[in-house]
Antibody
């Protein structure tokens, strides 16, 4: 079964760092782009960025460039999203999602269950 | 950046009736080289991740009921549910993947009248 399994919910304080994960299985991990999508409480979907695990080529939304870092570890078929200094406004559900096929521009057909990040003092 | 605008923001339709959701992009998402529209539709139910319904503007994903259909080209697109079922209550999003600065519409909340 093709799936993306995300790490568990996090509660952090402002200024703390965080790295959440998304583990792919059931398919050739290096052949599909994986993206991250933010959903703030009660709000819509925002595309954050995307990575190609084969060579870690990465693209970021201008809204998130410099605010987060997306990385991948092919050896454990895992993609990461990290923050160096969290803000309260980072409180949201974060989804990872895989491209429908191995092409560069594509829709997301497989989604993780989401990781809830709460940032509060 | 390509801005995606959906209409309406919310919609109430009677069971068995047709539901229509519109999506407009600020620039064309049609690649002339392959005549494909880089446009997808997703369904999100409460507490769940989004589910891909339609890609390439009109290609229904495997397992998606045929009451769901997508149409349109260039900058104007439509998701149609031909006969609304109770399980179709959800928020629906369009998304462009014309370039890697992907973007989503703001969402349309579909309810039962």
């Amino acid at each position: 079964e093709v799936q993306l399994v995300q790490s568990g919910a996090e509660v952090k304080k402002p200024g703390e760092s965080l790295k959440i994960s998304c583990k792919g299985s059931g398919y050739r991990f290096t052949s599909y782009w994986i993206g991250w999508v933010r959903q703030m409480p009660g709000k819509g979907l925002e595309w954050m960025g995307i990575i190609y695990p084969a060579d870690s080529e990465t693209r970021y939304s201008p809204s998130f460039q410099g605010q987060v870092t997306i990385s991948a570890d092919r050896s454990i078929t895992t993609v990461y999203l990290q923050w160096s200094s969290l803000k309260a406004s980072d409180t949201a559900m974060y989804y990872c999602a895989r491209h429908n096929s191995g092409i560069y521009l594509d829709a997301f057909d497989i989604w993780g269950h989401g990781t809830m990040v709460t940032v509060s003092s | 950046d390509i801005v995606m605008t959906q209409s309406p923001d919310s919609l109430a339709v009677s069971l068995g009736e047709r539901a229509t959701i519109n999506c407009k992009s600020s620039q064309s998402v049609l690649y002339s080289s392959n005549s494909k529209n880089y446009l997808a539709w997703y369904q999100q139910k409460p507490g769940q991740p989004p589910k891909l319904l339609i890609s390439w503007a009109s290609t229904r994903e495997s397992g998606v009921p045929d009451r769901f259909s997508g149409s349109g080209s260039g900058t104007d697109f439509t998701l149609t549910i031909s006969s609304l079922q109770a399980e179709d209550v959800a928020v629906y999003y369009c998304q462009q993947y014309y370039n890697t600065l992907y973007s989503f519409g703001q969402g349309t909340k579909l309810e039962i009248k």
